[in-house]
């Protein structure tokens, strides 16, 4: 069970980095790229644990994944955005945030329950 609590402090971290940037965005900023490739990292991260998790087999947190997946795959489309110059949309920027704190508190209760 330790892979799924680092995995959970992975995403943790990437959440307390992505609120930060979510205020850049928000307020029309730049944002800081090397906050940017800490953050996806960090993800991306808690990802690959919480697949070797669930590759692990018993009951899983399969509904965390798909939202952290689709988290990420929206994070990809807004680095794209941000390094070519063109503003982020905030909405996708906010579902970007509310989808991976959904698949966190998921998480969490998950971990906290089994």
Excluded: C, Q
Aim: proline share 5%; no cysteine.
């Amino acid at each position: 069970m330790t892979t799924i609590y680092i995995a959970i402090g992975f995403f943790a971290l990437a959440a307390l980095l992505g609120m930060y940037l979510l205020s850049f965005v928000l307020r029309g900023k730049e944002t800081p790229k090397a906050i940017v490739f800490t953050h996806g990292p960090l993800a991306a991260i808690g990802i690959i644990l919480l697949i070797v998790y669930i590759l692990k087999g018993g009951p899983n947190p399969w509904e965390s994944l798909v939202l952290f997946v689709l988290a990420a795959l929206g994070g990809i489309y807004m680095v794209f955005r941000d390094l070519t110059g063109k503003p982020i949309p905030r909405l996708l920027a906010v579902g970007h945030g509310l989808l991976a704190v959904t698949g966190f508190v998921l998480l969490l209760v998950f971990a906290l329950n089994g």
